[in-house]
């Protein structure tokens, strides 16, 4: 997506300021539009509340007006300084920053364009972009390898619970009586699901004694069972620590291969881990490894 | 379970396609199952909503009807292509087969068959198939593994909360009035397993003070001993996941496997491991290692 | 508590039999204690159902009778086969043991002695000897040596939760009404360990904007510092094990810890772990290892 | 904060009893003011249960009046034996002193000053001075370091939870009737963090399938997503406590401290660690330093 060298220089600066985030006023420009989303978005939900609607409704219309007119400069600018915008426009971001912009202008054109207005919700989407802030980028990365290296036991672990919420919630609802809110298995596996998660709302209840063994038995599975992912996640994130922290040197010496990441001879034998660069103690004729001097002496 | 050689080979490629998943038919035929089973189970679920049941009863009952047909099929189909059906038709799966298919065809014979139509919800268990899946067979025993080895543990755990319960359960009774909801020890063990996992309907909630000081520490106690299952179970995955990065090296010497990834020499009977290199205690070049004075001897 | 040796013989097999548990019949006395104590539990439980009361009432009435007479012969042979019986008596579980059958004589004696009836509820704690059973002591002392180690880590973590709880329900009481159930501050506090444990009863919540939002923190917080117990008890957990599979022993060639407790050679540098039996290797006539054959070359 | 040397031994000595804990008497005066703390937050609390406040309202008065002459003289203590009191009289604990007195004195002067008898809970914070007794500060600190080093993953993990309940909330919003509770954006965030925690108090809960197929999905979501704080957390201590294990031994030749326990040379240097032992490479002579006696040789 970057601009050819053809350009002119302005583009490429808009380039740099508007795409990347590595100089201060590409940082500035990030954080003015994430506080520009957050407070859209902001806008957006407290004009749902009633008591708000009535009292702040015209400002939060013009505000809602303001924030559509900046983000469509925005959206505009980003197109402006791409060489090729079409991998923008149709990239998700960009088919995100779009859908953010249409439903507002289409309600002045159309006379039901006001129902498309529920699109703007849309918009809280853009509130990953925070993600792109450098300083989460390796700890998310960190948390995303292990969430990667784990996906397929979580699956299992989804599928597992998937199972039994369904054999569960047909079980009981073939035991409590339809008055007590099981009056269909899909609602029953609703039940389900709040009780294995240990949600609770209550919503649903059994009455029955035969109900209430059941529901004990989901309760304690659903509480036992968390164990599950959290291992699994406890144990690759573990792992990627532990290798962010270890060099995958083997010491020629003794082979020897956990060193720390930080470390120039081998904790057990002593020898020069770098085999590009002359030990600092042999003077010269590299003798690598020290532990052979014992049977010269 | 395999057919003898002498069958004819319509029935050993059946065999193949039907009870193994390592060829591309045999994978295709186990997804075909598997939607059929998953699609039965949807129609036996909805059709327990009685606002679709009304509307849509008919075209259930067609469906219901039709992977009877289909599963009647795949069941007289596993069992031609087998020597000895009896193992398949005993075995686990088997019996859950067929009392998915029984209650339909007995509805047709017997007045009361109807009952038995509940039987008809046990065919979500065939759900379990899905684990066949190559993709899940590994993971599942890296799970399966470590919830062995805790087992003790967990049942330890399980036994705890059990007693936990009962006792809090009877404290409870005697401290709450009838009125609340604790009429008796049965119903008052159900609320403190509602209140030890975190659930918390609030079907069943304390209303004197020393009521809820006694739930406050059911709570926080839940809260807490939810570590230990989860403490154990992790501890067990990384075991798991550490014994993956055992080499797979065999002992030339005694044929010992799982030798940790850095070890050089067998554990137990000291031979070297690497074939590919001379030993550095045998030869007297390079006398790489301090423990070579064995051959010094 | 052991007989002394002038005590008669049958007086010792008892005492093995009632207080032990290594031999055939011990275990079967055990196992006989134990379901005696779990029947009783359970028919003191029943008796608390209403329904169950007005139709088994005489059955519970009679069996209690003869469980109290069980457990008092067997209190009477516990104090018959020792030689120093109050060291019995006066311990926990002989108290226990007592204070399970007291109410019931009590109540023949004493016209106001069924109020004592409740006391029979501490014979669920005799529950607990299950511990006893062998095969749990081994899982329980790791478990129990991993919450000794991290107790005071636990006990922080307790008194944060204890401080959040204050905290946070003095500040909800000044916020909400006290119509939402926030009547005082000790019922805040209650609401406050109901949500900050995930609980959540929903006998009281909060109304105003505001305190729902304090909520929300509240819950979140509850949510993210079960991360703190779990993890310190999963990486005590890990310890534990981690101990009990690598030996101490150093080796006496390259100074390697960490061995694998069933090593007999270091797998670093191969020299023998076992510093009071001789080499196999470094002999000539048990060459018990194949990988001796390095001495004879 | 310490007094200087000219100051009389008096407030020396009270200096060292106020301020620090490593005497008797400090210990003693430690345990004194927090007991003094613990009763008058008890009676601030106790004080707003309506029943008590008829009965024991006299009392709680004069016993907070007590409490504050109490902590006014000990706060005057604080300044009393300080050569600059300013430090401590504008420091956070200063002013949470200062705060917990003003109350009650103001609203003798005041007409109004009732209403800032609110602020009394201020107190409630000087509970944490309990977090000053010794025996926790290591392992305060320990959890501190842990919590330190993963804040980045869990403002990570927060902001996603963050949003998740915005995006969620907004769907259910659009799904949801308002009849059900979902009157506003907001609220449906209220619900979203209710749900995605596992609180669930039940007070808004869907009505409509759709709201409960989506509803299930955030249960399941939060059931599993508390595997990652749970996960980093527990690295990290683990980590944590594996550095406690490292051996304090300083490298005699370039000073880096933090060796892991089972090196015996220096990771940094190659220096020899073990004083009392001779260099297995230096031939004998001891030259601790084979840095330089290679050279020599």
């Known amino acids: 997506m970057k601009p050819s060298s053809s350009s002119s220089s302005l583009r490429v600066r808009l380039f740099h300021i508007v795409f990347e985030s590595d100089s201060r006023p590409a940082r500035a420009f990030d954080i003015a539009v994430i506080s520009a989303i957050v407070l859209s978005v902001l806008t957006i939900m407290l004009d749902t509340v009633a008591s708000l609607h009535e009292r ?95 996906r397929h036991k979580i699956l299992l672990f989804l599928f597992t619970v998937l199972s039994l919420v369904s054999i569960f919630g047909s079980i009981i609802f073939l035991v409590e009586p339809a008055s007590a809110g099981f009056t269909s298995i899909p609602r029953s596996i609703y039940w389900a699901v709040v009780t294995l998660t240990t949600v609770g709302y209550g919503d649903i209840s059994p009455v029955t004694p035969l109900g209430q063994v059941i529901s004990s038995l989901v309760m304690v599975l659903g509480y036992s069972i968390l164990a599950v992912p959290t291992g699994v996640f406890s144990a690759e994130v573990m792992r990627s620590i532990h290798f962010e922290r270890y060099s995958d040197e083997v010491c020629p010496g003794c082979g020897h291969e956990k060193h720390e990441a930080d470390a120039r001879f081998c904790k057990l034998c002593g020898t020069w881990l770098d085999e590009n660069a002359p030990d600092p103690r042999s003077g010269g004729d590299a003798a690598k490894v020290p532990g052979s001097n014992v049977s010269a002496g």
């Open 56 to 150: 702040y409704g015209v400002l939060f219309f013009w505000l809602e007006w303001g924030f559509t007119l900046l983000f469509t400069f925005e959206y505009l600018l980003r197109i402006y300084c791409l060489d090729r915008p079409k991998n923008y426009v149709f990239s998700f971001w960009g088919l995100i920053d779009l859908a953010a912009l249409l439903p507002s202008w289409l309600s002045l054109v159309l006379p039901g364009g006001q129902a498309l207005l529920v699109i703007r919700f849309l918009r809280i989407l853009r509130i990953f972009r925070v993600l792109r802030l450098t300083r989460f980028v390796n700890e998310g990365q960190l948390l995303q390898g292990a969430l990667l290296r784990s």
